[in-house]
């Protein structure tokens, strides 16, 4: 019996449009695709694993609308899922890389083309890293409590928690592979033959249900002490999380390194802890003609300005500045997303690594 | 400044409590924890990654209900995030790591206690892992359009999803730690003192609102005629799903071990794919004193003896017979689980490898 009807084909052509290729019946899967995955060479970890940072218990009796399953209980929430590799011989600083709206963990491993992504690379250029899912998202669990209670007719629909979802039209746009969907810009960098790859890495997001600021600020901050020491690297709207991160407290962060954030912090607040820290803000290109990322580059770089004034060390650099053209929002996966990592990693190393 | 107050003390518990520590200020974080842990060698991959299978579009007007997002457009529903290590030289078969019931992948990765998880485990020993996460749950996405609806005010309340999550008293007897929570059976062998990391694994479970068979079911099927050949290992809620995939099509799929599943296919039903298949169902210890779990080893062991009387090369096994005592339905957790683990490679070494 073969598998058929229009799921079963969507799932095959799924599984074929991935990343991982048998060569032929009877062999070992292999990494196939694009020519520099022939190039790949063994890699040798020191260590690797997961756990979570943070969590707190809550008590509710509305846990299920399962049948059979019971609705009083405690659960933990809160909770962040970091899962890390460590090579052998591993610089100073650790990488905590924080993905983005709508996204997990996964926008750092593979990109949706099937090449290697930051988190591996990062690892062969000798850093470790610590890769999160945000709380609430991925495999950091959400409180299913108050959709459940409005299921059960204790609460009223106007209490379940915003949800969102990006559909592939909007993230259009907000990714930055054109000025509407589906037209591209003509120096994009993103391999959008592979979009459909990209789609699957979204998730629904409860950031708006959430409590200000994120819990995933405080976890990280606890993840930086307990590393003593680590580079935060984060990504749109996760972008803003190390700042806020360094306000509760500067201990363990050894730098921030902020691609595309969608906010900084403001220019006018208090700038003290910026100042204590390397801090990159680092934009892709066609920022200027995307009236939604125009007005963001313009508020950071108000942001990067002050703290260069107030004594910090930070910069703000659009990547066509640096020779980059054409990067999108999801640099992490464009094309050319090795090069950008060499060029971060070299800043990394010459003002954080060699500075410690 | 230093981060205070309840939620940031138990963020900081949290971090301390999990398996990665460093050993002192200004060295590069190292494993720390069991006395096991302190011999862990350096591991070597050839290929490591991750990528989706499967996946669907499907078109909503009820996507967002967050501010500023839009609410029409198009999203991917029902793809299942992998993610795999290949060992150098790795044998014939990859091992597939299917989790159960509000749990992801995260279940096969580092212990509660900090102990090495069977995903690296199995990668040591010379086994590819391909680890997924369900349907609808952790790094694969669920669908959000229904609850939104609700929350707009365009469908009913009893229209929401059917969610559970899994309180940690009902986990307790479900993961048979005990005869109730917090009473442990005499002999367990999970790590109690950990369970605090493990509530933290628990995400909220779609399952009972997603059509039957699981859309996971066809994406296993995909994967496992991908990869030419796999070791179809689940767990629990996941226990049923190889042999629901075997159903569909036995292609790819080299052998099934199911731990604790909940359920299995009906003895009365057509047994022709699993007579062609080695089949291992591994129940734990204290199983016949649970009543949530001593029907469904009864109802398994029929499933079993009929596929065998059919002809098929299929085992049942309660550890115990085999000379471990006290596992708990965690099996892969609790503190005997390498050797458990080593169990049943040599069994899948013995009758699927060696056979192949």
Redesign the interface.
Known sequence: ???SG???S???R???A?????V????????AGSPAQAD?R????????????????VH?DT?????G??A?????V??M????Q?P?H???Y?ITLIHGCCL???SW??TPD?R??WQ?YFVRKGY?TYTI?QVAR????????T??S??M?KTA??T?P?????????AWSVFRFGPEYPKPYPNLQFPLQAQ??L???????L??ALPSPN?TV??L???A?????TVLMSHSQGGVYPFQAA???T?GIAGIVALEPTVCPAPTGDLG?YTKIPILVVYGDNVEIAPRWAPRLQKCREFIDAVAKAGGKARLVELPQVGFHGNSHMLMQDRNSLQVADWLLDWIDRNIEKKS
């Open positions: 019996m073969t598998i229009s799921r079963c969507d799932a095959i799924g599984a074929l991935g990343a991982v290729l048998t032929a019946a009877g062999t070992t899967p292999a990494l790949i063994p890699l040798t970890i020191q260590a690797q694993g997961s756990f979570f940072v943070g969590g707190r218990d509710s846990l299920s609308t399962a049948p399953r019971g009083d209980g405690t659960i933990t809160d909770q899922y970091v899962s890390y460590i052998l591993a610089r100073r650790p997990t963990g996964k491993e593979t099937g290697m992504g591996e470790a899912d991925g495999r950091s669990a959400f409180d299913p409590s959709i459940n409005v299921k007719g629909p106007d379940l915003a949800l969102f979802a990006a559909g592939h039209e909007e459909a790859e789609w699957k890495q979204l998730v629904p997001d950031y708006a819990p405080p976890n901050s606890a993840l002490q307990r590393l003593r020491g306000a509760l407290s201990s802890p």
